[in-house]
Structures are given as structure tokens and as C-alpha cells.
């Protein structure tokens, strides 16, 4: 059964939320945002068309209060509530509470957030569907004990996560038996601090490996599609600073593997909506990491290759439609790059830089594109995350997109009183031969000269 949304709620802030509520308006649909105190005078309450204040500047208290959130959806009459990336987008609690009240959460169904939220039970299921994982525990590591075992099995260096973790947070290489006890146990404890559970499991870590995720679509009546892949190596501190489609130097069999891969998982948990699938490509072939069930930050890019509106389609899922093309209608096109915008300064080990922006200049020019919260007389809040403006360029192939990216970027004007972005970072990393020639990995910002 299909319902059209008259209203919906954007349980977000900053520059996703106003990406979502540009898609509602386009489709005609009121939109309403909720905000912090802290966020009364951000651009997304600006845009949308009712906005509500559900509570102070800690996230805990407002964007990751699900009774705020759902007070307010019901307080304005909300049909569905979309959740953007982070806070609660993929939380079952909220979407189960969702579904409890009336509202429409715009995302997978609970069952299937808890099962891929995490990340110990996601990587069994994709083993059971046949995708290769790298050697590692069959579920979580719950002694020192266990732990000093299947270290020995698996060998160095070795990566401890967070079950429940999300985001490059509660992750901890270990590259010698000596380190591993005491890096197992600050792991724990950094993740019951940050997500309210201490289960961690463990996998070999690949030194020199690409990260490139596959993004999937599916809709409620049987269809899974894919729409390529996305290369994201380039990170500092398990975090993306750039992102780009497709994945330069990849061979189309390998990348064709990985589409398949992905469609397969989906299909085997019976995921509905937009997700994204991430994989390690490395000397042995492929293996997978985790699933996000949710939009992604880097989308924009998947968008401009394909020519498709990733947040449409989140939202036409969820009334019950049915996708309205076919695998062999996504046919992508020429190159699309991201780099996300921090305020962070490089130089102090990305130290977060919030301050007030009295000058806020974005890009222009033909296939650039900027998703951002920012304008001059904002300030930049520290209580959130440091992303300020996601800058996307497309041209016809590669080179083309980044001397386009570089423009863009030298084109960004940016200033205000102990404001820093990576502006400059980026722009040299887009100049550095081995990201010109396609052979960086996750391992390339750490050992730059």
C-alpha cells in the first residue's frame, strides 16, 4: 500500500537537514525542523516551513532525545520523520518508537537496523550471504582471554572494534601482542562511554587497503538495485575528508564483484531504502566492513555520476512505492568528487574550530555544487560535529573533476575569528602525484612527508 507524506519531520540539523527539507519542497511536501537551542538561528529552521525547539545545545538532550523528537513530530502533525545521518538514524529503539506512534520512520525497519547496527552480528550475517570478511572473531570478544587467543590466530596487526560503534569512533589498531591487552580494554571502555556498550569484536587490519563502499537502493516490492561505488582512502582518524565516483583505478571486474556483493546483502536481511555497503579492497581481493543504514554523507557524489536524487528515492520507499527504474537505466557518467569542509585546524591535530564566520563565500561556477549550513554572522557551534560544507565538482573524467575541485576550493572564502578549515589540506592532497595517479590508500594522510 502506498500513502503520500504531507508532512514530514527532519530529525537533523546543519547542512543534511536542509538538504532534505530542498527534496520535500521539491516534492511538495511541509517540512519541519527541530533544533537546539544553540541552532535557533542555523539555516535548516530558516528553510523549513514550521520548526521546533526540543531542548538545549547537548546532542543527548535535544537531536538524540527520541521524546523530543517524537513530541514534536506529533505536536505539528508530521506523517514520517527522516533522520538524516548520525544522532538517530540508525537507532531501532527510535524507529520501533516510530512505528508505535503513528509515524513513518524513513529508513530500514527496526528488526533490520538492529541486526546491521551491530557490527559483530552484520559481519556474520554477510558471511552467512556469502561476502568475504577478513579473518577475525565469529562474534564478539568478550574476555582478555578471548582476546589474547584469537590474536594468536589471526596474526598483526590487528584492528578491536566497537560492536555497537558507528562514525570511525572506538576503534584501536594493535600491532604487537604487547599492546593488545591494554588496547583491548581502553576499546571497551571507549565504547560503552561513547554508545552504552562495552562488546567489542576483532579482525586482521590491512596496512595498505582502499576503502570503497557500494551504494543500494531497495524498495518494499522485491527490488535491490546498486549505484556504483565510492572511493573514501583518504581519512584522517578513520574519518573522510575526501570522497569520489567511481573509484579511480579500480579494475570494472573487481568493482562489479562488489556491486554484486552488496545487492546479495541486502537482499539477504530484506533491507528496504538507501543504504551502503563498505569494503576494504586490498592485495587478496575484497572484504566487508559494515553496512550503514542510512544516507551517507558522501551521497552527493553517487547523485551527480547517476543523475539520481538519493533522498526522493529514501522518501518514495517509504510511501510504499516502488522504484522507478531499473538496474540497467543507472548507466553513470564521467566523475564526481567531494571534499568535506572542516572547521579544523590541520595543524593541531584537527583541533575543532568553532568561532563566528564574518565571511562565509562559497563556490560557483559550472557542475560545482555546495551543501552547507554556513552563511556570514553564524557561528560555528562546538557542541557538534566539525563539518561545515560538503564542496562536490563533476567533469566529464577525472583530472577534469579535481582541477575543477581545486578551483572550487581556492574560490571558498572562509574567515572569522579563530576559524580554521581544511581547506588548505585539501587542496594539497588534491596536488600530491599519488592521489593524482589513483594509488593512495587509507594509510596515505599518515604518511605524508
Known amino acids: 500500500m502506498t500513502v503520500g507524506f504531507d508532512t514530514i519531520l527532519i530529525a537533523n540539523r546543519g547542512e543534511i537537514a536542509l538538504r532534505v527539507i530542498r527534496t520535500c519542497k521539491e516534492m511538495g511536501i511541509r517540512t519541519v525542523a527541530v533544533h537546539s537551542t544553540v541552532d535557533k538561528d542555523s539555516a535548516h529552521v530558516r528553510a523549513a516551513d514550521t520548526a521546533v525547539q526540543i531542548g538545549p545545545g547537548m546532542p ?52 533490520v537496523l538492529s541486526r546491521l547496527g551491530d557490527k559483530a552480528v552484520a559481519r556474520a550475517l554477510m558471511t552467512d550471504a556469502g561476502l568475504p570478511v577478513l579473518p577475525g572473531s565469529p562474534g564478539t570478544v568478550d574476555s582478555a582471554a578471548e582476546a589474547t587467543d584469537l590474536a594468536g590466530r589471526i596474526g598483526y596487526p590487528l584492528i578491536i572494534k566497537a560492536a555497537a560503534g558507528g562514525g570511525g569512533r572506538g576503534m584501536t589498531v594493535v600491532r604487537r601482542q604487547s599492546e593488545l591487552l591494554p588496547a583491548y580494554r581502553q576499546t571497551r571502555a571507549t565504547a560503552q562511554a561513547v554508545f552504552g556498550d562495552n562488546r567489542v569484536y576483532m579482525e586482521r587490519f590491512c596496512d595498505s587497503a582502499r576503502h570503497i563502499e557500494v551504494q543500494v537502493l531497495a524498495d518494499g516490492h522485491g527490488t535491490v538495485l546498486h549505484l556504483g561505488e565510492r572511493d ?46 563498505e569494503f576494504l579492497v586490498h592485495d587478496e581481493g575484497f572484504s566487508f566492513m559494515e553496512m550503514n543504514c542510512r544516507i551517507q554523507v558522501e551521497h552527493p557524489v553517487t547523485e551527480a555520476v547517476f543523475g539520481v536524487d538519493l533522498v526522493r528515492e529514501q522518501i518514495r520507499v517509504a510511501e510504499g512505492e516502488a522504484i522507478g527504474f531499473k538496474q540497467e537505466d543507472l548507466v553513470p557518467r564521467g566523475t564526481a568528487v567531494e571534499c568535506r569542509v572542516n572547521a579544523e585546524d590541520p595543524a593541531r591535530n584537527f583541533a575543532p574550530c568553532p568561532g563566528t564566520l564574518e565571511e562565509f563565500v562559497p563556490p560557483g561556477g559550472p557542475f560545482v555544487r555546495v551543501d552547507t549550513h554556513g552563511y556570514p554572522g553564524w557561528r560555528v557551534p562546538s557542541q557538534y560535529d566539525s563539518l561545515l560544507a560538503k564542496v562536490i565538482t563533476w567533469a566529464p573524467d577525472r583530472d577534469h573533476a579535481l582541477d575543477r575541485m581545486d578551483r572550487a576550493l581556492a574560490e571558498f572564502r572562509i574567515a572569522g575569528p579563530g576559524v580554521h578549515t581544511t581547506i588548505p589540506l585539501l587542496r594539497e592532497v588534491i596536488a600530491e602525484p599519488a592521489f593524482r595517479d589513483g594509488k593512495h590508500d587509507t594509510s596515505f594522510l599518515d604518511t605524508r612527508p
Not at 75 to 80: I, L, P, S, V
Not at 234 to 254: D, F, N, T, W
Not at 260 to 268: F, I
Request: charged content about 25%; some cysteine; aromatic content about 8%.
Open 60 to 111: 543527548r538532550k535535544s537531536y538524540l532525545s527520541a521524546p523530543a523528537v517524537i513530541e514534536a513530530a506529533l505536536r505539528t502533525e508530521a506523517d514520517a520523520i527522516h533522520p538524516g545521518y548520525g544522532f538517530l538514524s540508525e537507532d531501532p529503539d527510535f524507529a520501533e518508537i516510530c512505528a508505535d506512534n503513528g509515524l513513518v520512520f524513513i529508513g530500514p525497519r527496526p528488526e
Open 232 to 277: 573514501c582512502s583518504v581519512q584522517r582518524r578513520h574519518q573522510k575528508l575526501i570522497e569520489e565516483s567511481p573509484g579511480p583505478g579500480l579494475h570494472k571486474e573487481l568493482t562489479a564483484a562488489m556491486a554484486r556483493a552488496a545487492v546479495r546483502g541486502a537482499r539477504a536481511v530484506g533491507y528496504t531504502g538507501a543504504g551502503t555497503f
